[in-house]
């Protein structure tokens, strides 16, 4: 069971990116899934979750609007397409799968299989 993100890189305020996660050994439809950002000196925070029955997704307050979190099943892909990046976005970017957890609107709590991470730097 492996997750491997990529995608992360330097953009200036404003820009955009898309990380990727690909999953082996296992498919996303069956889990809950997610992504989690770790800053400098802090733990890791939840910024978007989905649930396995499809019908629950949590997005962190500061990120409504601007990120969206989607899965290509066909391709056992799960992604984080991040627009309008500010300052505080950066850090290093972990997707996640779980069996169990706690998710709704305005909460995700999600621990399994992590990956290792792919980093976000803005700056101007």
């Known amino acids: 069971l492996q997750l491997v993100e990529s995608g992360g890189g330097l953009v200036q305020p404003g820009g955009s990116l898309r990380l990727s996660c690909a999953a082996s050994?296992?498919?996303?439809?069956?889990?809950?899934i997610g992504w989690f950002r770790q800053a400098p000196g802090m733990g890791r925070v939840a910024v978007s979750c989905?649930?396995?029955?499809?019908?629950?997704?949590y997005y962190e307050a500061s990120v409504r609007g601007r990120f969206i979190l989607s899965m290509d099943s066909a391709k056992n892909m799960l992604y984080l397409e991040m627009n309008s990046l500010r300052l505080e976005d950066a850090g290093v970017y972990y997707c996640?799968?779980?069996?169990?957890?706690?998710?709704?609107?305005?909460?995700?709590?999600?621990?399994?299989?992590w990956g290792q991470g792919t980093a976000v730097n803005v700056s101007p």
């Open positions: 050994g296992f498919t996303f439809d069956d889990y809950h």
């Open positions: 989905a649930a396995k029955d499809n019908f629950t997704s």
């Open positions: 996640v799968e779980s069996s169990a957890g706690i998710l709704a609107r305005n909460m995700c709590i999600l621990d399994g299989i």
